[in-house]
Each structure stands twice: as structure tokens, then as C-alpha cells.
T-cell receptor
Framework: GAVVSQHPSWVICKSGTSVKIECRSL??????MFWYRQFPKQSLMLMAT?????????EQGVEKDKFLINHASLTLSTLTVTSAHPEDSSFYIC?????????????????FGNGTRLTVT | DAKTTQPTSMDCAEGRAANLPCNHS???????VYWYRQIHSQGPQYIIH???NNETNEMASLIITEDRKSSTLILPHATLRDTAVYYC???????????FGTGTQLKVEL
């Protein structure tokens, strides 16, 4: 089945530093990937849509200069949390859909990575 | 996207069927019903989806009412490993972004 891999699975960083999280589709290509954030005891909140070869689309209230997204290939999207602060500590999850290449609507499901637990001290 | 309503929590005895309901009374004709679950500290896992016919796969069955205003996810023989938060999502094609609600916390007990 479709596999989405995230790395690292957890990271601890100091306040003010930047952290990069990778999301890879291992056995399929995806022109679009999605980044979510989840705080404890809350549901997943979509942060942005990552588009291969173009700029990401951010949800309202998400700072694009703080959460840099790069989608340089059909199998890799990265999220960089810049100048991290303790309030950025969260569970970050990416997802992608099989058969995404070429765009257009599809009913095939999204597959999710196992998430990255970020702790900013 | 159509809004969904799910119970906050449910309990189920191991080995019994777990029936998780979802109301989506404002669903439109071209919107699909998707179910995902999230085990603690993991990413969501796709379970099943359907439009109007009942669906079954190796994980679960999805029963959609004839008027499509509600659906039920059935785990035929729940195990302890099925303890998770289950999300019912209605969307025109899951290829685009999914909006997660609060889901149902299913606890499977001995």
C-alpha cells in the first residue's frame, strides 16, 4: 500500500533555532502534499498545501514566513519551522494522495505519515 | 464541506462489533464519506470510504443510509489495538485537503 514517511519522528530544539521536517512518498508520486499540526487533546488542523514546483498555499492564520514549505520533487516535501518558540511545540503530520500526478479530482484517499513530535525548549 | 457529527466517545468489548455512527445531514450528492482513525501519537490511518453503496474491506464495513444523511463504520470483531480516535469526514474527493472534526474516541476493553 501507499506509504508516506516522515523524518525525524521526534526532535527537540532550542528556542530561536530552525527545524526541518521531511515528508516522502515512498512508492508513489504526489504533486500535492498537506501539512497538519496537532496540539495535545485536539484534532488535526491543516496548516498548508504543498505543491510541487510552486508556492505552498497556507491556511488562514498560518505564518508563511515562519513555516517554510518546499516541494522540490514529486516525492519530497519539507516543512521548516523557523525561529522556533515553545508555542510551536506540537505534532506535525504530512499527507499525500496516490494518483495525484496530473492533478484533477480523485476519490482515492490521503495517506498520512507517522508524524513528527517537535519540542522547543 | 458537509459538517459531520460524531459521539465524543464509545466503549466496546473486545471481540464484539464496534458500530461508530456519523451524521452528515447536509451532505451533497457528489460528496464521499471517508473514515480515518488515529492511534495515540501516530498519523491518521485510512480505513474506508464510500459514496452511497455500502462498502467492505479487510478492516471494516461502511453502511450509508439511503438518504445519505448518516453512516456507520463497523469493526466486526474489535480488538484492543482498535482503540483510537475515529474520524468521519465528508468531502468531494479526498485528493484535496481533509478537514478533521473532533472524532469519536473508541475504547476497546477486555
Amino acid at each position: 500500500g501507499a506509504v508516506v514517511s516522515q523524518h525525524p519522528s521526534w526532535v527537540i530544539c532550542k528556542s530561536g533555532t530552525s527545524v526541518k521536517i521531511e515528508c516522502r512518498s515512498l512508492d508513489f508520486q504526489a504533486t500535492t502534499m498537506f501539512w497538519y499540526r496537532q496540539f495535545p487533546k485536539q484534532s488535526l488542523m491543516l496548516m498548508a498545501t504543498s505543491n510541487e514546483g510552486s508556492k505552498a498555499t497556507y491556511e488562514q492564520g498560518v505564518e508563511k514566513d515562519k513555516f517554510l514549505i518546499n516541494h522540490a520533487s514529486l516525492t519530497l516535501s519539507t516543512l521548516t519551522v523557523t525561529s522556533a518558540h515553545p508555542e510551536d511545540s506540537s505534532f506535525y503530520i504530512c499527507s499525500a494522495r496516490v494518483g495525484n500526478v496530473g492533478g484533477g479530482g480523485s476519490t482515492s484517499p490521503l495517506h498520512f505519515g507517522n508524524g513528527t513530535r517537535l519540542t522547543v525548549t | 464541506d458537509a459538517k459531520t457529527t460524531q459521539p465524543t466517545s464509545m466503549d466496546c468489548a473486545e471481540g464484539r462489533a464496534a458500530n461508530l455512527p456519523c451524521n452528515h445531514s447536509t451532505i451533497s450528492g457528489n460528496e464521499y464519506v471517508y473514515w480515518y482513525r488515529q492511534i495515540h501519537s501516530q498519523g491518521p490511518q485510512y480505513i474506508i470510504h464510500g459514496l452511497k453503496n455500502n462498502e467492505t474491506n479487510e478492516m471494516a464495513s461502511l453502511i450509508i443510509t439511503e438518504d445519505r444523511k448518516s453512516s456507520t463504520l463497523i469493526l466486526p470483531h474489535a480488538t484492543l489495538r482498535d482503540t483510537a480516535v475515529y474520524y468521519c469526514i465528508v468531502r468531494v474527493g479526498a485528493g484535496n485537503k481533509l478537514t478533521f472534526g473532533t472524532g469519536t474516541q473508541l475504547k476497546v476493553e477486555l
